[in-house]
């Protein structure tokens, strides 16, 4: 979800309006220099200070930034993701063509060398591994580069991950979502992307960005006037500066980030869960959909989605069985709605809440799908299944918090208290299925709101009562506007309590970053299997914490599958 207001860039998704430059723009959008992307270079784009490894820093006359230029000797960006008791993804980005290498070491002794894929700028220099047969509980580093058919050689790169334990240990992540939203993007002046920084400090196994990855629709200014009267300013690249609509301008949407030194840190030590949610793509779209946002040449969004999906699938450490097909289709030919597992203590449930949802309703008794069919019957079947002490779902959307267009309701719930109606349904035969089979010690997390809260469900104070008492914990943005907390307007129907909430209480002006109102969440489990769940915000002060005991289990779970 998007909502916006002055005096950042208003941005509508229907019947939007061409975006003015900003008054207070020093220059507006700063002109491409250099060399268009081809085999053997790429543009980005920034101020000097903070430019990613791999950009030469040009400035014009007078300390104006120009676009830069980056250099093809150097990985632009390395990365892990969906790390398991015994697998890895190991995932790079080149400016040149050449073949991904990874030499896999623990404990100072060299494991293995894997000669990863060819990569070019058909897949915009990316490129990834898979490595099996991992240890489980064990700490790896691999080293990367690529090589090129001359012979010659990138310089290395290195990340570090944790396997999963098997056997009842400790282990604890991070999660939060929307990153650069709003028209705040990076601002070397404050450090640039610190959320990230303060994330990494926790000392998580893995962070879970819990979708909007990137803000696709949402351009970026050189210079914004914040409420305050500060003037916030934005290291730019031309992709940001636009909405996106071709691959390639989603591509330079998910390079953006990467040229932040605090996100590239967390990814170094840090193995990503990446979702995806609206933002990738338009605001509040579905399947299906022609918008009527005037900037857009293209208003076909199944169209957007497929360009969007397959930029975010090059980009996001996702297993290769999740990959784009050959077809060019944009869309994976296996789901990625998806089970990480995490050992004896923990179950990541991974949803996609957007790709098989019907139309948005303009009423509360509107389609019924947001996960579909058979998405609803793999969630249930598989939490059942699951012999994790903690089976941990991790939803784009929030359960009960109304969307913020009452015209286009975006979210499971409707704002209308009392019995299910339209979408809430479906949720409401996922936890009715729960209790049936017995299943327990179910948590879900979630961000999108711009905001964070805990909340706590229970059938004596829900309409719909054929439920086992749950918690739902919500956190962001990384980085982007802080909107006003909705504690008042929740939807009752499954019976939630807000234990704690923090947002922006000086509605209905998002609040800039530089108020330090970004969020996340930390969520760490004993070896005896007790869970912690402490709210974070951007400096990484703890703001609340809760332990919750693990249950018995007493479901009839179907086998695992």
């Known amino acids: 979800m998007g909502q916006l207001g002055q005096p950042v860039l208003h941005l509508r998704r229907r019947g939007a309006s061409a975006v003015p430059p ?8 700063l002109e491409e220099r250099g060399h268009r992307l081809g085999r053997r270079s790429a543009l980005a784009a920034g101020l000097a200070l903070g430019a990613a490894p791999g950009l030469v820093a040009a400035r014009l006359a007078g300390g104006t930034p120009t676009f830069l230029r980056e250099r093809d000797h150097l990985v632009a960006g390395t990365r892990t993701g969906e790390v398991t008791t015994d697998s890895a993804v190991v995932w790079a980005r080149t400016p040149r063509d050449g073949r991904l290498q990874v030499r896999l070491s623990s404990g100072g002794r060299v494991l293995r060398r894997v000669r990863g894929p060819w990569t070019d700028r058909r897949a915009d220099g990316t490129a990834r591994v898979q490595l099996a047969g991992l240890a489980p509980g064990r700490d790896y580093e691999a080293t990367v ?7 010659s050689e990138t310089t290395r790169d290195r990340v570090t991950f944790r ?14 979502g929307d990153t650069c939203g709003q028209g705040w993007g990076i601002n070397p ?13 926790t000392r998580p196994d893995f962070f879970i960005h819990s979708g909007d990855t990137i803000y696709a629709d949402e351009p970026m200014e ?13 290291q730019l690249t031309e992709a940001v500066t636009k909405v996106a609509e071709t691959l390639e301008d989603f591509r330079g949407r998910h390079r953006y980030p990467l040229l932040d030194e605090h996100v590239r840190a967390l990814y170094s030590e840090v193995p990503t869960i990446a979702q995806w949610d609206d933002h990738e793509t338009v605001n509040n779209w579905y399947p299906g959909e022609l918008h009527d946002d005037e900037r857009y040449r293209e208003r076909r969004v199944d169209v957007l989605a497929r360009r969007a999906r397959r930029a975010w699938q090059e980009y996001q450490p996702v297993p290769v069985r999740r990959l784009v097909g050959d077809d060019g289709s944009g869309f994976a ?25 019907g139309a948005n309703p303009d009423s509360a008794e509107g389609p019924t799908g947001i996960l579909g069919p058979a998405q609803e019957r793999w969630l249930v079947e598989s939490l059942a299944a699951s012999r994790a002490t903690w089976k941990v779902v991790s939803a784009d959307l929030p359960l009960s918090i109304p969307s913020h267009h009452d015209d286009d309701l975006d979210g499971p719930s409707n704002g209308i208290d009392g019995a299910p109606r339209g979408r809430e349904h479906e949720l409401a035969r996922v936890l009715a299925a729960l209790q049936v089979r017995g299943v327990r010690n179910v948590v879900w997390l979630t961000a999108d709101v711009h905001y964070t809260a805990a909340h706590h469900y229970h059938p004596d104070r829900a309409a719909f009562t054929d439920f086992h008492p749950f918690w739902e914990f919500v956190s962001g943005p990384l980085a982007g506007g802080t909107f006003g907390r909705k504690d008042d307007v ?7 309590q807000v234990a704690f909430s923090r947002g922006n209480d000086r509605m209905p002006v998002p609040m800039s970053p530089r108020a330090g109102r970004q969020f996340f969440g930390h969520v760490a489990i004993a070896a005896t299997g007790e869970l912690t769940v402490t709210l974070h915000d951007s400096s990484g002060a703890s703001l609340w914490r809760t332990t919750l005991e693990p249950e018995e289990q007493r479901g009839i779970g179907s086998p695992r599958r």
């Open 222 to 234: 050189e210079t914004v006037l914040e409420a305050s009267g500060d003037v916030w300013r934005n």
């Open 490 to 496: 929740l939807d009752r129907t499954f019976g939630p």
């Open 189 to 201: 002046e404050l450090g640039g992307l610190t959320t990230y920084r303060a994330m990494l400090a």
């Open 145 to 151: 580069w690529f090589a090129a058919p001359d012979g």
């Open 163 to 176: 396997t999963a334990p098997v056997h009842e240990a400790a282990q604890s992540f991070v999660w939060s």
């Open 333 to 357: 030919p296996g789901r990625i709605y998806r089970r990480v597992p995490r050992g004896r203590h923990l179950d990541v449930f991974c949803l996609d809440m957007r790709s098989y949802r």
């Open 22 to 29: 900003s008054p207070y723009s020093r220059g507006g959008v």
